[in-house]
C-alpha cells in the first residue's frame, strides 16, 4: 500500500461500469450488500450523470479506481422561503488501499468546480461520516440534530384534533407508499431550510428500501400513516421494531423517518409509536432542535436527547448564495471572507438584505466583519449564529454592531434539517 500523493484523474464513471464503481464506496464504508440482492436500488438513487471516480495510476501502468462520489440536485428551501437548487454530495468514500493519498481532495475540488461553474447551484451540503473530515474543504456545520431515547408510554401535552385523526400501521411497500408518502414529505418541507425535496423517484424509494443489511436482525421496515377524516395524508413515520439494543428490555421501536404536517399529525404519530405493545423504548430519527416533539413531551429529559452535527453546508458561488436567501431583519454590512479553496468567494463583499431580497457585490471599503467561508457556511441556513461564531474567536467583528445586526439577520426562526440522509 503507497502513501506517496499520485495523480488523481476525476471523472465521470460510464454508465457500464457504475455496478461495480458502488463496490468502491463499500469498501470505504465497510458495507456490504448481500450476495444476490440487486442493486438496483442504490444505482437508482444516484443521478448517473453526476457519479464520479477519482482514478489513480496502478502498478501495472493502468488505471485503476480509487473513490468515487455522487451528486444529486435537489430544491432546497433557505430562510425567508425562496428555493434553490443545492447540489446534495453523497456516497464519498475511497477505497482503503488509497486513502490518505489525496483522493478525496481531488474529488471534492472536482465535485465544487463542477457545481459552481457548470451546474449553478450556489452551494453543495451533506452528511459527513465522520466530523473531522469536511471542514478543511470550506463546509461549516449548518445544522444540529437530537437523537432520543423515549420510553415507552412518555406523556405528551395534549394538541386539539388530534384525536380526529386516523392512524393506519402496514408493511412499507415502496411501490404503493413511495410517491404518497414523498408529497407529504413536500409539504411537510416549506419553510425547512436545508430541508431538500427528493429529487427522483429512485429517491423517493431508497427511503422505503430495506435489505437485510438495514435491518441488522429486527423486521421488515413498516409505516405508520395519519390521515385526516377526508383521506388527506397528514404525517407519516417509517419504523421497525428490534430485540437487539437492550438484553434487558423486550423490543426497541426504532423509527428511521418521521414527517408531520401540523402539531395534531405530530401528537398522532408519536403517542401510537410510543404505547406498541412489548416496547420498551422509542429511538428517534436526526431531528431538528425545535422540533415539536420536544415541546410536546412532559418529560422531555427521560428521552435523553443526544446532539449530533447534521448538514454541513460549503458556499460554492457566494455572492449567488447570499442573494438567494432572504435575511430576518435589514442589513448592510461589508464582509471579508477567506476560501483557500475557490479565490473566487475570497475578498469583500457588501451584503445588503431584506425580507424581500438581497445583493451581494464587491466593495474596497474596510470590512465590518471578517471570516472564513466556513463560517459563513455555518451561519448561512440561519442556524448557527455569526455571534456565537464570533464569541468562539471563528468570526472577528470590527464592528460590534454590525455583527449583532448580521446576526439577527441570517438568523431564521426554523432551525435548518434534513428530513433525509444523503
Ligand atoms: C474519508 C475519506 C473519504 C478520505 O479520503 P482520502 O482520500 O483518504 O482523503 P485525502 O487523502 O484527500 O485527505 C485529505 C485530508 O483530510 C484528512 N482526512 C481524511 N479523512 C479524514 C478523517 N476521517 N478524519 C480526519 N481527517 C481526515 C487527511 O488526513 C488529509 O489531511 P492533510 O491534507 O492534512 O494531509 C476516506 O478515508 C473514506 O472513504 N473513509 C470511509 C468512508 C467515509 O468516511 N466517507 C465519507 C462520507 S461523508
Redesign the pocket.
Known sequence: MSTS?PTVRVSAIPRPDAPSALQA?Q????LETDPGEPIDAHLDFLDLDRFHG?YVPGPDGTERL??VYATLSADCPLPGGTIVPSAN????????R???????????RHHLDDVRTHRGEPFSI?????P???G?FGYGLASTIAFLKIPRGAALRDVAGADELVVDIEYADADHHAEPLARCFEASAAGRPGCTIRPTPGTRRYALYDPPLNRRGAETLRVLTVTAPGGDLRGYALFRRSRRHDPESPVTVEVTEAVARDAAATHAIWSRLLDLDLSSHVLTPGLPPDDALLHLLVDARAAHPRLSDGLWLRLADLPAALTARRYATGVDVTLEVTDALLPSNAGRWHLVGTTDGATCTRTDAEPQLSLDVRELGSAYLGGVSLAALAAAGLVTAHDPTALATASVAFSSPVAPWSAWSF
Do not use: C, K, Q
Not at 488509497?98 to 471534492?108: C, E, K, P, S, Y
Not at 451533506?126 to 465522520?130: P, Q
Open positions: 500523493r464506496a469498501w470505504a464504508f465497510a477519482g480509487a473513490g454530495l453523497t456516497w464519498v468514500g475511497v477505497h482503503p488509497d486513502r490518505r493519498r489525496g483522493v478525496l481532495t481531488a474529488m471534492i451533506l452528511f459527513s461520516a465522520e473531522a473530515i469536511y478543511r
